[in-house]
């Protein structure tokens, strides 16, 4: 008889520690889907203000040249290929120098300059322009061309 409680009160302590167990693994596994389901939400939310934000960019009138730290043409928009009259393959890689020219002569140093008068190069010969730079900062606070 002894034995037999001794079996029965070890049988309820693993019952009662497998149902302990299931609770805590079912409100982990609650835990989980919120936090993947509000995870999913901000991945959604960022990939509409990326979406967003290119087609501002996209539709922008005015050239956009965006450049390494080196002056290395990193990417442009739809306005830059159509001044130059060159593909997004052919500007990206390019050295900005190579395109912009001072109106007055003389080479351009594109890491120091804010604003001024210039040419740049075209499929069809120079074309002025007044170029205007800002340094990006790409989130971290850090410059990032």
Do not use: C, W
Request: hydrophobic content about 35%; glycine content about 8%.
């Amino acid at each position: 008889m002894a034995s037999e409680d001794f079996l029965r009160r070890r049988l309820d302590r693993e019952r009662k520690a497998r149902k302990e167990a299931e609770r805590l693994l079912e409100e982990r596994s609650r835990e989980l889907y919120y936090i993947n389901q509000a995870l999913e939400h901000s991945r959604d939310d960022t990939i509409r203000a990326k979406v967003y934000l290119d087609n501002i960019i996209a539709s922008m009138n005015d050239a956009l040249f965006v450049l390494t730290e080196e002056g290395t043409i990193k990417s442009v928009n739809r306005s830059a290929t159509q001044l130059t009259g060159f593909g997004v393959a052919t500007l990206e890689g390019t050295r900005m120098g190579e395109l912009l020219h001072r109106s007055e002569g003389g080479e351009i140093n594109v890491q120091d300059m804010e604003s001024l008068d210039a040419e740049i190069e075209t499929r069809h010969g120079n074309v002025p322009v007044l170029v205007s730079t800002a340094p990006f900062y790409p989130g971290s606070g850090e410059e990032g061309g």
